[in-house]
T-cell receptor, first 114, second 113 residues
């Protein structure tokens, strides 16, 4: 019973490049959350998606960031034209349904922008 | 109003001692309060969670105390062990809808042998 999978685990991008982060939720989970963790800080909510729908993107920067969760395949967090301030750990979590059900976190993708 | 304030930022405890981490919130709509444990290089893992209809919840060496009127909750780790050394995050959400977690800034716990 595999947990939440994220890849790559580490990603290095130069300023101006694109970063694509992938998240495969636990089997049977159809709800995905993305969080960002800056060094020495707590996790900040970015976006909540269900299959083929963005439900809440209130934590996403208005520009350069986008997310999707297609009917088939992993959820993707895309960051275009990365800047040094995008360097952080990006975690996704999945849950089976809405409500107070536990969110299961993946190991994260650590993005470094040089 | 969406913030969750966590203290202390770091904590050093001797093996066998009690570790206490505190959190406070403002949004009275919050009704689900989990604590997460994170080891370096890993994702957060749920330790224990509480709803405001109870004042205390215990699971093994971990206890959450909840004070609804003061809008505060705390994590107590009894008989702290070196293996408990990690960063602990409190969080809150409105569990009636989807579970958008608002995290505290974290407490780095070091348990010395």
């Amino acid at each position: 019973n595999a947990g939440v999978m994220q890849n790559p685990r580490h990603l290095v991008r130069r300023r101006g490049q694109e970063a694509r982060l992938r998240c495969s939720p636990m089997k049977g989970h159809s709800h995905v959350y993305w969080y960002r963790q800056l060094p020495e800080e707590g996790l900040k909510f970015m976006v909540y998606l269900q299959k083929e729908n963005i439900i809440d993107e209130s934590g996403m920067p208005k520009e350069r960031f986008s997310a999707e969760f297609p009917k088939e395949g992993p959820s993707i967090l895309r960051i275009q034209q990365v800047v040094r301030g995008d360097s952080a750990a990006y975690f996704c979590a999945s849950s089976p349904q809405t409500g107070e059900y536990e969110q299961y976190f993946g190991p994260g993708t650590r993005l470094t922008v040089t | 109003q969406q913030q969750v304030k966590q203290s202390p930022q770091s904590l050093i405890v001797q093996k066998g001692g009690i570790s206490i981490i505190n959190c406070a919130y403002e949004n009275t709509a919050f009704d689900y309060f989990p604590w997460y444990q994170q080891f370096p290089g890993k994702g957060p893992a749920l330790l224990i969670a509480i709803r405001p209809d109870v004042s205390e919840k215990k699971e093994g060496r971990f206890t959450i105390s909840f004070n609804k009127s003061a809008k505060q909750f705390s994590l107590h780790i009894m008989d702290s062990q070196p293996g408990d050394s990690a960063t602990y995050f409190c969080a809150a959400s409105t569990a009636g809808g989807y579970n958008k977690l608002i995290f505290g800034a974290g407490t780095r716990l070091a348990v010395h042998p």
